[in-house]
């Protein structure tokens, strides 16, 4: 699919095709924003002789920084040196026969098992069809240093179906707690018209939590602590951690104090983001960001968790791509802010919070292009993925590079 029909395709699943021009008293707050207060961030190609096409996700090993590895839509995982001088990247994995890709379809998420150097595990998200449907799988490499998996070694955790092509979350992410977080979208359309996102008996909408070690559930577990246990009296799905969610397109943790973060694309008025807490209601289709969504007004809020920020649609920004906190050495002022952009105005901004409350919002870059994602390197640096050019692009300190 082309970049041009991808982005008509975002734009229409996430309602513009009905928004209206008018502005209630939520809907028309500003995000905000404040101009770049340090205008030594620059942003540049981080690997000049490299493209990909329709780059999804970047990642390293834990604990390896010698090598990148990032994912095509189409079901293809590619590897190469950490260099700004490499020219070539080899395929990890291909698994493009088993992909359903096109619009928000495709091979979506990778992260490496926290003992990947040991056990050579690694953990993908794809959507396959017949019926439509989400994959969450395993693979295995034959040594640390391989540059290439065997797609044989596939074992699958689960799968559950996709009743419409779109809203198909796709991170996964593991916490400090060894567990396995996976981002599910409430099963597309445009308003949930099945209300998966509040339906603890579907695992639609949902923030996720495995134990990848465990095999109470075949090739996974449940960790103790979750929310629902196993066989509890409600028929609450024991793999949920939180739910009331639309598409977190992106999740990511704090490198420094293990924060859950979410990027929660927006209907037809607000993008948001999250702090995920276990057990958490994030609203959907209760509410879409700060505002009523059904019913449109008066809408019953207890109970439900606040977005940390959210911003309105009306200057473009109308599909939110979660980022990480910056963790890096070389640009001190981005310490501890979440970077995170926008996929159709190509905006991207620096959120401060003060404990859990937003006390700065910073444009850092405008016109930076579709961001299909942010990724981050052991040391805490952050990049993003422009989709159309296939580029990895580096926040950088100006007066470094």
Known sequence: MTLNSLLIFFLLTIGLATISCSKDKDAADDPGAIANPDTTIKTKDAFPGLTFTNPVEMKQIPGDSSRFF???????????????????????LDIKNKVQDGGERGLLGL?????????????VNYTAGNPLK?????????????????????AILFTFNQTYDNHNGGSLQFGKDGFLYIATGD???????????????SLLGKILRVDVDGTGKGNYGIPSDNPYPVGNSDGFLPEIYAYGLRNPWRISFDMDNDRLFAGDVGQNKREEIDLITKGGNYGWRIKEGVDCYD??????????????????????????TGGYVY???AIKSLVGKYIYGDFASGRIWALE???????????????????SSFAQDTSGEVYYLNYGEGKIMKLVNGNLN
Do not use: W
Request: net charge positive; aromatic share 8%; with cysteine.
């Open 295 to 320: 019913p449109a007004s008066n809408c019953n809020a207890a109970g439900l968790v606040e977005p940390i920020h959210d911003y309105n649609q009306n200057n473009g920004d109308r599909s939110i």
């Open 187 to 201: 099963g597309g359309s445009g308003g949930d018209p099945q209300n998966n996102a509040q339906n603890r008996k």
């Open 70 to 92: 990032v994912v095509e839509q189409a079901g293809v995982i590619r590897v190469f040196q950490n260099n700004a001088a490499a020219t070539t990247s080899t395929v990890f």
């Open 353 to 371: 919070l003060d404990g859990d409350r937003k006390k700065t919002n910073a444009i850092l870059f405008e016109n930076k292009g579709p961001i």
């Open 134 to 154: 989400t994959v969450i799988a395993r693979y295995k490499a034959s040594t640390p240093t391989a540059e290439r998996a065997d797609p044989s070694s596939e």
């Open 111 to 123: 992260a490496f098992h926290p003992d990947f150097k040991t056990n050579g595990y690694f953990y």
């Open 327 to 329: 963790r890096g050495k």
